[in-house]
Structure formats: C-alpha cells, structure tokens
Nanobody, 122 residues
Framework: QVQLAESGGGLVQAGGSLKLSCAAS????????PGWFRQAPGKEREFVAA????????YYADSVKGRFAISRDNAKNTVYLQMNSLKPEDTAVYYC???????????????WGQGTQVTVSS
C-alpha cells in the first residue's frame, strides 16, 4: 500500500504561482511513477502531469504545458507540481496518484490522495 497526502493548495490571483507537494508513505515510492490529475466543478477528472521513476521523463496535458512542472525527490518520497502563470480555468481539486507505469489515464494508477483545492481568482 502507498498512502499519498497532498498539500500546498490555496487561493491565488491569476498570473500567480503555487507549488503542490505530495508526500508518500508505505511502499518504496521510487518504484512508482506518480502523476497529478485535477477535477473542476461539474467536470470529469483530467490528467495534468506525470513523471517517470527516475524523474528523467515528464508528460503534460496541453493545457498546462509550459506553465506547470512536475518533479520528484525519491529521498523525500515526495512529488511536486510547480504551477506558474495560473489562470482561472486552472481552478480545481488537484489529486496526486501513483502507479506502476507512467500514464495519462486514471486506470494507470493504483493509489490516490484526497486532493487539495486550488482556486485562481481573476
């Protein structure tokens, strides 16, 4: 089992930045490929970013490419999502997930955090 706990969400003005963290406990986190998803009110959960085991390969949704950056620190069992140039449409609950392979699909992940709210005001 892997337990995931997100933090770092909050309220920010458009154009601002936030850095989300996801701390993992349980099984060796370095064996998993983590990702971030988000769910806006009234919408389905969507892929945001993912990173490989060693952190050398990253994947991004087109909507966040160039603005968001995913990284991981295996020594700290933590994955991060740096979010810059935030827009009101980035408002959502952001979820951290971990799975055996890097994936842009929810079914590629076995473990999920509870989510952290990000609100971007215009």
């Amino acid at each position: 089992q892997v337990q995931l706990a997100e933090s770092g969400g909050g309220l920010v003005q458009a154009g601002g930045s936030l850095k989300l963290s996801c701390a993992a406990s349980g099984r060796t986190f370095s064996r998993y490929a983590p990702g971030w998803f988000r769910q806006a009110p009234g919408k389905e959960r969507e892929f945001v970013a993912a990173i490989s085991y060693g952190g050398d390969t990253t994947y991004y949704a087109d909507s966040v490419k160039g603005r968001f950056a995913i990284s991981r620190d295996n020594a700290k069992n933590t994955v991060y999502l740096q979010m810059n140039s935030l827009k009101p449409e980035d408002t959502a609950v952001y979820y951290c997930a971990a799975g055996p392979f890097g994936s842009t699909y929810e079914r590629g992940y076995n473990y999920w955090g509870q989510g952290t709210q990000v609100t971007v005001s215009s």
